[in-house]
């Protein structure tokens, strides 16, 4: 039996799992470099975290790092602890979507779509961090 850390090498539709995840992970990444990229030229980031395009090049860093382990790695802890880190953006997603009432510059449509897009990403991390 194939310790649960690791999926089975001889399963290809394990790996397949891993290798969408990854590159839905990709493209998620992708979408919040362009948000990112799209929010920092129109001024709407807070100016007391850093520069812009610094938090751009550690997001794609980290970005790159995540979607080469999903790859190369295929470990299902390391998808699991993906898809908590990933999920605890749901919280601020949904208070800036539905409950907030604090004008912010984005439309409460943007909130929803990265709702969409979280999901997403969840359920694929999902399926191949469970085997599902």
């Known amino acids: 039996m194939t310790p649960p850390s690791a999926p089975n090498a001889h399963d290809p539709a394990r790996a397949r799992k891993f290798r969408q995840a990854a590159f839905v992970y990709l493209h998620v990444a992708?979408?919040?470099?362009?948000?990112?990229?799209?929010m920092w030229r129109a001024g709407l980031l807070p100016a007391g975290r850093g520069p812009g395009w610094l938090w751009l090049i550690l997001?794609?860093?980290?970005?790159?790092?995540?979607?080469l382990g999903l790859l190369r790695w295929q470990n299902v802890t390391f998808a699991r602890v993906i898809w908590v880190i990933?999920?605890?953006?749901?919280p601020s997603?949904?208070?800036?979507?539905?409950?907030?009432?604090?004008?912010?510059?984005?439309?409460?449509?943007f909130y929803i779509t990265a709702i969409v897009v979280v999901v997403i990403n969840l359920w694929m991390l999902a399926r191949a961090a469970w085997d599902l």
């Open 59 to 67: 997001g794609a860093l980290v970005a790159g790092a995540i979607v």
């Open 30 to 38: 992708i979408l919040y470099e362009a948000a990112a990229y799209a």
């Open 86 to 90: 990933h999920g605890m953006r749901l």
């Open 93 to 109: 997603l949904i208070g800036s979507a539905f409950i907030s009432t604090a004008e912010s510059g984005l439309t409460r449509g």
